[in-house]
């Protein structure tokens, strides 16, 4: 018995001939129309990310729901991604110092050890990605930092997926003091499954950071929030493509599946027209020593199967008509079996414009163009330049940069606090080149002058 409840579906409608198809109203997904009151979870109180506190998975099954969407929320993940995340420590200076010893040390090496030695303990390629996700599929994304026993240095980052993250309630001065990570796919979890993070003000983490140590905090493990600013401030904010569930064309795009599925299911095309003589049947009985009725329809349901496998197989099947073969009266000379190929190239196009158009909206929703993922169906499309690719791939990479400010504020904290100095978090681009620069793509940054 399958957990999952199905909502859509086509049905019959009894005494008409026509079908009636039911869908899930996807409007009320990320708003309510309620006001969501804060729950108690022993001691504390937290907000519900929804009425039901399972907004996240709905929204995590609506984009599941649909190739499209799907398509492009990690097409932009990817592309927030870029070429990764880097400490870059090309500036770091070269400076001699002497111990008490008397030995010359040169402080570059050290930094450079300790960060390459950081990014060995810690998989940032993992993290950034995952936290890249985040901010594409719900506007905001949760870093924790774990300090050393002295609370000196960070020595290491973990990303907490945003879904199973809840904000506990603000303070009197607008502070959300905690983050709550649980498995919130059950309604009532147990108290023990629930990871309490302590949450640095998310308006100033550092100088938070700095009177939590200067205090001497026995904490050594905190939150960093990282959230997109909206015009709507809530706690849990509401990605921009909130509009596509909020309009018609995403339903519209559901409804086009469940129409062709239903009409493959109830009238698929035939394809094949075969005609067989009743002497065909006839001589394949006398030949086999056949004559009990039942044993009759069972061979003629074989042979009809023989011939299906023979015409189609597993890669061509179709839909196959089977009719009556006789001899006409003016006395042509007919075979047992004649199988006509019936033209079907016009079937199951009758949707074929409004799929593209529902896919171009949402791409469009979603910031996406359609052929960088070739989304857009049908055969006869037109298609852009490799220049015209190339420049809104970059234009698209080019867009991440706000995103990627938001995301380096943790990555400064620990360059920070870890005593860095020359060191630097940078996520490069993917610049895809001409032919006349015989490279196939290259790294580039904002601060590098393209020549």
Not at 259 to 270: C, D, G, Q, R, T
Not at 384 to 406: C, F, M, V
């Amino acid at each position: 018995m399958t957990s999952e409840l199905i909502f859509s579906s086509v049905e019959n409608i009894p005494g008409v001939s026509a079908r009636a198809a039911f869908t899930v109203n996807s409007a009320a997904v990320f708003r309510e129309d309620c006001d969501i009151m804060p729950s108690t979870f022993g001691n504390i109180k937290y907000m519900p990310w929804g009425a039901d506190n399972q907004m996240p998975y709905n929204i995590i099954d609506l984009i599941e729901r649909d190739e499209t969407l799907a398509t492009c929320q990690i097409f932009n993940a990817e592309i927030c991604y870029g070429s990764g995340l880097v400490y870059d420590t090309s500036e770091v200076e070269s400076r001699e110092t002497s111990d008490e010893s008397g030995v010359t040390r040169r402080s570059s090496l050290n930094t450079r050890q300790e960060v390459e030695d950081f990014q060995l303990d810690n998989d940032l390629a993992s993290y950034f990605l995952g936290v890249c996700q985040d901010f594409k599929h719900f506007g905001f994304a949760v870093s924790v930092i774990i300090l050393n026993a002295e609370g000196t240095k960070v020595v290491r980052l973990l990303r907490k997926e945003a879904c199973y993250c809840r904000f506990a309630v603000a303070d009197k001065s607008g502070r959300i003091p905690q983050i709550l990570y649980a498995n919130w796919r059950k309604y009532i979890p147990n108290e023990s499954d629930v990871e309490v993070i302590e949450l640095l003000d998310p308006s100033c983490p550092w100088r938070d950071l700095q009177d939590r140590l200067a205090k001497r905090s026995k904490c050594r493990k905190f939150a960093v929030l990282t959230r997109v600013p909206t015009t709507d401030s809530t706690y849990y904010p509401i990605p921009h493509y909130g509009s596509l569930f909020r309009g018609k064309w995403y339903n519209i795009k559901q409804l086009i599946g469940l129409a062709k599925e239903s009409k493959l299911k109830n009238s698929a095309p035939i394809k094949y027209q075969i005609e067989i003589s009743n002497k065909y049947w006839e001589s394949i009985f006398r030949a086999e020593g056949i004559t009990d009725r039942s044993k009759q329809q069972e061979r003629i349901v074989s042979e009809k199967q023989r011939i299906l496998d023979f015409l189609t197989g597993a890669e061509n099947s179709g839909k196959a008509w089977f009719s009556t073969f006789y001899i006409t009266p003016d006395g042509k000379e007919q075979h047992d079996v004649v199988i006509h190929k019936i033209d079907d190239s016009k079937e199951g196009g009758d949707w074929e414009s409004d799929i593209q158009e529902a896919v171009n909206m949402i791409c469009f929703t979603m910031r996406v163009h359609s052929n960088l993922v070739g989304s857009v169906p049908g055969k006869a499309q037109t298609n852009n330049s490799g220049s015209d690719k190339r420049e809104l791939y970059t234009i698209a990479q080019a867009l991440q940069k706000p995103y990627h400010d938001l995301l380096f504020t943790v990555h400064r904290i620990i360059i920070r606090l870890n005593g860095w100095q020359g060191v630097k978090p940078v996520c490069p681009f993917i610049q895809l080149t001409t032919l006349d620069e015989h490279a196939d793509a290259k790294t580039v940054t904002a601060d590098e002058t393209n020549n």
